[in-house]
């Protein structure tokens, strides 16, 4: 809806009408929703309180983003940076989710290759090896040993997998706290952080609301008090001296917004390098283990073939 909207209100479309035509274009799911936006504003309520109604679908930044554009008469501008700034936070969210997730589904995929196997294929060795009534080698004893397992305990299996899974997702919190995992989140939170500032500093909306917004209670009183927001920020021992620095010299020249989009850029990268070096070691690390597991099934598979073939 804030990108069509900006383009409408850019095409000197007034509010009400573009509103009229986004309802119109709407899925079913949102058309009353936007129907009811557009009579409240029909009725002179300006749009930021018309969509602070629906706090699910508008955050409490939007919202203040719309009256800051409201009260400048610059709605068409911020919502297009509103726009901008969704769209790198969702592409930003979308490498993240992708570096974290490619080798998690590698890993599965070899794991159902691997069950699939030893469910489907081993079980035909195997009786391929009892009417052939020779003694089977270690290795091929031990592989139709976890495939018998696998068979005849399965729900066991999948309930203690089940139980694994539980497990770390009600203790997902703490795994924020090893070192890897906590420096990627830090790196995370900084990113988020100043991008937000920057845009909300950009639409105008005074630095102490700001912070409010976006709940950095400690640094809105430390301005409160006085400070600049570089001794704020620093005193959270999440920014770097590179970053504190960049703070500093935004608030020194009168670029503080600009300031902290470039620190969320660099941090966006430093989180991107972090990400792909992980990929790239749990890369092999995946592939070794694919080799070595389905390699062996093989080998323990075609072993006593091999022996046969040698006594014959």
Known sequence: MIRDLAILLNANVPLVTALTILAESAPTKSKPILNNIKSNVESGLPLSKSCSQYPKLYSPLTCKLL????????????????ADYHDKITEFKSRVIKAIFYPIVVFVIAILISTALLLFIVPQFESLFVSMGAEL??????????????????YLIIF??????????????????????SKINNKIIIARLARTLAILLDAGVPLVDALYL???????EQILRGEMLSNALQSTGRFSPLMIQMIKVGEASGKLSHMLSRVAVITETEIDAVLSKVTQLLEPCIMIFMG????????????????????V
Not at 73 to 78: E, N
Not at 137 to 154: A, C, D, E, H, Q
Not at 292 to 311: D, T
Request: proline share 5%.
């Open 67 to 82: 009256e800051a554009g409201e009260r400048a008469a610059a709605l068409p501008t911020i919502l297009n940076n509103l």
């Open 292 to 311: 070595v597991f389905i390699g062996g099934l093989v080998i323990a598979m075609y072993l006593p073939v091999f022996q046969l073939g040698r006594v």
């Open 214 to 220: 976006m709940s950095e209670l400690a640094a809105r």
């Open 160 to 181: 203690v997998v089940l139980g694994f899974g539980g497990l770390v997702y009600f203790q997902a919190k703490k795994l924020l706290h090893l070192p890897l995992i």
């Open 137 to 154: 080698p270690f290795l091929t004893r031990l592989v139709i040993g976890i495939s018998n397992l696998i068979k005849n305990y399965w």
